[in-house]
């Protein structure tokens, strides 16, 4: 084997080894790009309930809703699941 050989295998391995870096490097930036959409939706929708312009309750189940909250955070204790009328 001759220092030729050597140098031009170095050589070839280090294309190589820029083109698996870059492979990942555009792997990951289609992941973040997918995970900066998602974040981007769900702040989006937290505000949005925030700002009261929908709720996870139908319109005619706000009271009740309401109550059973009110009930919680009131601190008269919990009642079961099977309890609710949901």
């Known amino acids: 084997m001759t220092y030729e050989m050597e140098i031009e295998g170095m050589l070839e391995f ?18 973040n790009s997918i995970i900066w959409e998602y974040l981007e939706l769900a702040y989006k929708f937290a505000l949005e309930h925030i700002d009261g312009k929908w709720d996870y309750v139908n319109p005619s189940d706000q009271q009740q809703e309401f109550d059973k909250r009110t009930l919680i955070w009131d601190g008269q204790g919990v009642k079961g699941i099977d309890e609710w009328e949901l």
């Open 14 to 31: 280090e294309k190589f080894l820029r083109w698996i870096i870059n492979y990942q490097m555009s792997n990951e930036r289609k992941e």
